[in-house]
């Protein structure tokens, strides 16, 4: 079972690298707003390849569907507070893969593609207590970087 935070969700990383790298055959968007959103469900499903299996569900539901769909699925959370709010509900969650979360004047930017909000950082924080590992990486074949400490 994979966990990612993109706010951008289901795009060319996910589905050329990620999807193959995990093995992965239900990818499941836990997202409330794309949950509502069945045109934009639509358009995201046509890239999709057949074989994986999509479930787009509000972040309260993620147990019982991780539960109906096993080990062998990709999950996407737009935000570290989504991620944050499924570890509460009782999510297993191993390691957490960060990635693109867009620089605003309010954030620091930690790496090239990852820009932290005091938010974020309380909402990583929380997960680390519920010893989830960090993973800040966009693709597989980077190398593993975990957090400095400082950072929160």
Not at 62 to 85: I, M, N, Q
Request: net charge negative.
């Amino acid at each position: 079972m994979w966990f990612r935070v993109d706010n951008r969700l289901v795009h060319g990383q996910v589905i050329e690298a990620w999807l193959p790298y995990t093995g992965a055959k239900h990818l499941v968007v836990a997202n409330d707003a794309l949950a509502d959103d069945g045109v934009s469900q639509q358009i995201i499903s046509l890239a999709i390849p057949q074989r994986i299996a999509v479930y787009f569900i509000p972040v309260h539901e993620l147990l019982p569907r991780l539960d109906a769909c096993g080990e062998e699925s990709f999950v996407l959370f737009a935000t570290c507070k989504d991620a944050r709010r499924a570890c509460d509900a009782g999510v297993p969650m191993n390691v957490l893969n960060m990635c693109n979360l867009h620089y605003a004047p309010d954030k620091m930017q930690i790496l090239p593609h990852v820009a932290l909000s005091a938010e974020d950082r309380e909402d990583l924080h929380v997960l680390r207590e519920h010893f989830v590992q960090l993973d800040f990486r966009s693709v597989p074949t980077e190398p593993v970087r975990g957090i400095h400490e400082l950072l929160f």
